[in-house]
């Protein structure tokens, strides 16, 4: 491990030299999604870039034991602890169980996160396996006096803790103003910052999934979820913790919060956040309460290739909020298909020269290490391309570099030629059909005729006699 990795560590402020705590290996958790609808793909945004700090570690040598949550219970309209469970919402929409939404939409995501070339984590738990780790790890805060019981629902107790908000600036003036727009104040709370840990006889009586609890029948908070689970299958010491900015305050605070006090020690040593996506010509981040939203089968249905969106993030800086506009789409899938073309072409045999193979390797992993510069990165990809040096060798170092990028540079042309080519020859056998079909006509023989629309039909080809002649479209 020549270069070594450096990133932006948001306990610290400052970006420094990763070093695991145990040589070699890195325990690392990500938050995973709220299964009540699709993921946008802001949210993508973070898997992705989550994914490329995977694969970089992986690149670098490590190896790396990713672990992630889904969050299939507890998880309220508002980050802290207000509104309706986002759960419930979901099967009220859809007039479903909340198990049926939990299951329909982790299919999803993970099907997303496929057609993205995002891996799949080595651990992957949803929180409801895991309601007798919640219900230990609340037990002991309460032993240790960290946690308390009022008005039916156990909440954590901030005051206890020398500092709260060691992630983020937050003071505690700023909260009193945030929670004055906050119609569901809680008033059980000793104070403005506590959260709750787990739910019994509280408002949300309406939760359809409740668990028996020393406390009484309930559901936990989420917050809880990330440190149990991670806990579970990584111990006591983290490497790398990451999500979304919109995590830092109060999921990841209050992570660390329960975490600490419930181990007694220092939990996790770094913590990577991924910034916002934006829409053009909107200022806030994308969410789903907004309505609609950008999905990935949205873009695909617009004619985009999932891994233009993956470039595209790519190209932009982790740390920076990222603007997305289909004018920007359209530049990066005419830069994609140029890319992929031009390394299709590209003859694979011959000698790999070594020299220039190593030199290259070192300038790519420079820019990853440098808090993860994937555009320098694919900046590096472009500039060994027009170097002055075997096919054999720019062929072997973009598949050696796909390790991390996986933009599929080697395989997409031929997938893409393959399917216009299973195209063309649908679209010739429907012409020739069509014009059979004519003749059938000319004939009088319409049983003829329909039974090769029927024929077509079923091939998902459907026929509209129009005024101009026939037409044909997918049905
Ligand atoms: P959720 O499913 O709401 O828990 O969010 C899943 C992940 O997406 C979290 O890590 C969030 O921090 C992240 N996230 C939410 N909105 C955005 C956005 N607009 N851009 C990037 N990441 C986001
Ligand atoms: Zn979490």
Redesign the pocket.
Known sequence: MENKLRFYNTLTRKVETFIPNEEGRVAMY?????VYHF??I??L???IMEDLLEKTLRYLGYDVKRVMNI?DVG?LSSDADTGEDKMLKGAKREHKSVMEIARFYTEAFFNDCGKLNIKTPDVVEPATNCISEFIHMIQTLMEKGYAYEQGGNIYFDTSRLKEYYVLSNHSEQELLVGVRDDVDEDANKRNKSDFVLWFTKSKFDAQELKWESPWGLGYPGWHIECSCISMKHLGEYMDIH??????IFPHHTNEIAQSESYLGHKWCNYWFH?????EKGKTS????SSGEFLTVSFLENKGYDPLVYRMFCLQSHYRKPLEISYEVLDNMTAAYDKLVKRIAALQREGDVDQGKYAAYKTRFEQALCDDLNSSMALTVLYDMLKEDMSDATKYALAEDFDRVLSLNLTTAHAAKNADQQVDAELESYILARIEERKAAKKEKNFARADAIRAQLLEKGILLEDTREGVKWKKA
Do not use: E, F
């Open positions: 990500t938050c995973g999604p709220t993921a946008h802001g949210n945004r973070s898997y969050t998880h990451c999500g979304g900015v919109d995590n991924v910034h916002h996506l934006i981040k994308m969410s789903k």
